[in-house]
C-alpha cells in the first residue's frame, strides 16, 4: 500500500479483535484455575449464568462485558473460515 491510498478503517474489525483478544485471557485464566475452559465458556454462552466464569484475573468482569450474541458470532466465523 502506497502513502497515496486510502485506507479503510472499520470499528466493527477492531471489537472483533478485542473480543478475540478478551476470550483468550478468559480461556487462559479458567485454565490456569484447573477448569476445562471450553465447557465453562459453552456452559455460560447457553445458560448466560456468570457463575461458570472464574472470577480469576478479572474473568467474570471481562465476559460480562461482552454481548453472548457477538461472541457466538465470532466463533462461528472463526469456525467458517478455518474450513
Do not use: W
Not at 25 to 36: H, Q, T, V
Not at 58 to 72: E, L, P, T
Amino acid at each position: 500500500m502506497s502513502l497515496e491510498e486510502t485506507c479503510l478503517f472499520h470499528i466493527e474489525d477492531m471489537d472483533v479483535e478485542e473480543i478475540r483478544m478478551k476470550l483468550k485471557e478468559i480461556y487462559e485464566a479458567l485454565k490456569e484455575r484447573g477448569y476445562n475452559p471450553t465447557n465453562q465458556i459453552v456452559g455460560y454462552l447457553i445458560s448466560g449464568d456468570l457463575g461458570y466464569i472464574s472470577s480469576h484475573k478479572d474473568a467474570r468482569k471481562k465476559m460480562q462485558s461482552m454481548d453472548r450474541a457477538k461472541i457466538v458470532e465470532i466463533l462461528l466465523e472463526e469456525f467458517h473460515n478455518k474450513k
